[in-house]
């Protein structure tokens, strides 16, 4: 028999979630902190309901990808320092907390404050580009986060789930309609191109789903943009299709090095966080670089470092994802929840092949809980969170 939870509990643990979502975009410090909170509030509800974790879909995937890390970690070069880094890997227990803790209607309210926080967040970089000169490859606009490619990456997540917001959503359109400006515009400034061509894919993708016709927009946006844009962010998409661009010339350095990585270790990689200290021996000989965090591609990072089995888990939950999120939009009670979350794993592929976004904290925090909702939307809020 399953007992109602306490209204304390169920308060406490849904306002942790929301301050999760809220502060990632400002503080992985504090984004910490709050999931730690959060998590507890989902045990405390879980415990004094006397349930059984639910589960969505999507979990046993992730599972798989969690268990498989530990044997990399454990055939690693150096397992120590492979284990040690690996503390995002709890980040993955943000799926069944936000299942349990954000059922029906309250999935809408995280949404809500994702893109409200979100817009917050672009503000601050615009202020950073048009004030404080924030204007250079050099010197780009961060927001409050630590690095402008976390910053893109973010924003490139909630313009995502702004339009699907205003697509796919009847009522109280008009303030996520106001702020997607801001949002592109903060994206754009931040030169960051990953993350354009990931915005890019998102919206075409949400505009195909949405009136095939409504592709007819993007001619339209992209001659706005080269009509106001600067010189010097114009000239940063050009370099998109410029085979000399040393940062071109150097992801191309780094996809052979990775595939030879992968060829000579298959099954296990070689550890988590280890590319970086093999690097040098698979260097190729017309690379920019002399060493490499990560190989800049989200599949090949995983089974360098991981192995193929650990990739296949990752491919299983994107193709889980992606099935259950169109059935979702067709079916489901709230078709912008899952307009969102195709937005924002269509985002994170692309852009996901040209920089390593899913072993990011800050942001893969807001891409599970974007790619959990609308499971949890699926589940009455009143419905005990059986097995």
Not at 60 to 84: E, G
Request: with cysteine; hydrophobic share 60%.
């Amino acid at each position: 028999m399953t007992v109602r939870q306490t209204p304390a509990v169920e308060r406490a643990a849904f306002a942790a979630l929301l301050g999760l979502v809220a502060v990632v975009y400002f503080s992985i410090a504090a984004a910490g902190v709050l999931l730690g909170v959060t998590l507890l509030a989902w045990i405390a509800a879980v415990v004094t309901g006397r349930e059984r974790v639910a589960l969505p879909a999507i979990a046993w995937p992730l599972a798989a990808y969690v268990a498989w890390t530990l044997v990399a970690i454990a055939f690693s070069r150096d397992p120590a320092a492979s284990l040690t880094d690996q503390r995002e890997l709890l980040l993955f227990l943000i799926v069944p907390a936000v299942y349990r803790l954000a059922r029906g209607a309250r999935a809408l309210t995280v949404l809500d404050v994702l893109i409200s926080i979100g817009a917050l967040s672009a503000v601050v970089g615009i202020v950073q580009y048009g004030i404080l000169s924030y204007d250079t490859l050099g010197r780009r606009p961060q927001g409050t986060l630590g690095h402008y490619m976390t910053y893109s990456g973010t924003l490139m997540l909630v313009i995502g789930a702004a339009v699907a917001r205003v697509l796919f959503r009847k009522e109280n359109r008009t303030w996520p309609a106001l702020v997607i400006p801001a949002l592109a515009v903060a994206l754009v400034f931040t030169f960051s191109r990953n993350a354009w061509v990931g915005a890019c894919v998102a919206i075409g993708l949400l505009f195909m789903l949405k009136d095939l016709r409504l592709l007819g927009l993007l001619p339209v946006i992209a001659a706005v943009f080269f009509a106001l844009a600067p010189s010097a962010l114009t000239a940063r998409v050009y370099s998109m299709f410029n085979r000399n661009d040393p940062t071109n010339r150097d992801r191309v350095a780094m996809v052979d090095a990775g595939v030879r990585i992968v060829r000579d270790h298959p099954l296990t990689g070689v550890g988590p966080d280890m590319v970086i200290r093999v690097y040098p021996d698979y260097r190729a000989a017309d690379a920019v670089e002399p060493i490499q965090p990560h190989l800049h591609n989200v599949p090949l990072q995983i089974a360098a470092e991981r192995g193929l089995p650990a990739l296949a888990a990752w491919l299983w939950f994107v193709v889980l994802l992606g099935r259950d999120l169109l059935r979702l939009l067709r079916k489901g009670p709230y078709p912008s929840l899952a307009a969102a979350g195709l937005a924002a794993l269509a985002a994170m592929l692309a852009a996901g092949l040209f920089e390593y976004n899913f072993g990011d904290s800050e942001f893969l925090i807001p891409f599970l809980v974007l790619a959990t909702l609308p499971y949890a939307a699926a589940v009455p809020a009143s419905e005990p969170a059986a097995a």
